[in-house]
């Protein structure tokens, strides 16, 4: 092979292989399931059984907390501004007093 075509297989076989990939991901996965079924043959003891779906997280997880888990100091749901139910952080120190101002230059104009 000549170097051209060597740099053109380089170019376009990755990006190939990613447009694959990344067309595979992007599809359904109901569009998945149906494409995995063309290629599963039952007479060589391909599985027919369905896929589980896993169920969703969300308000009814069945998962426990983590254990550094612990509960709000405040409640938004109840009635009031959160900013009276929170403390106001605490200021920031003064800033030191500032030297005293140095005396103006004089400037003398330049002569030509």
Do not use: C, N, Y
Not at 14 to 30: E, N, Q, S, T, Y
Not at 36 to 41: E, Y
Not at 62 to 77: G, K, M, N, Q, T
């Amino acid at each position: 092979m000549d170097t051209e075509s060597v740099a053109l297989l380089a170019i376009f076989l990755p990006h190939g292989i990613a447009g694959v990939f990344f067309g595979w991901r992007l599809m359904p996965k109901d569009a998945r399931r149906e494409l995995r079924g063309w290629f599963k043959d039952d007479e060589d003891g391909g599985s027919t059984r369905p896929i589980p779906v896993r169920p969703r997280g969300g308000g009814g997880s069945a998962e426990p907390p983590l254990p550094s888990a612990a509960p709000s100091a405040v409640r938004l749901r109840e009635p009031g501004r959160l900013a009276d139910q929170v403390p106001a952080p605490p200021r920031r120190p003064s800033h030191p007093p500032t030297p005293a101002p140095l005396p103006e230059r004089v400037t003398e104009p330049i002569r030509r």
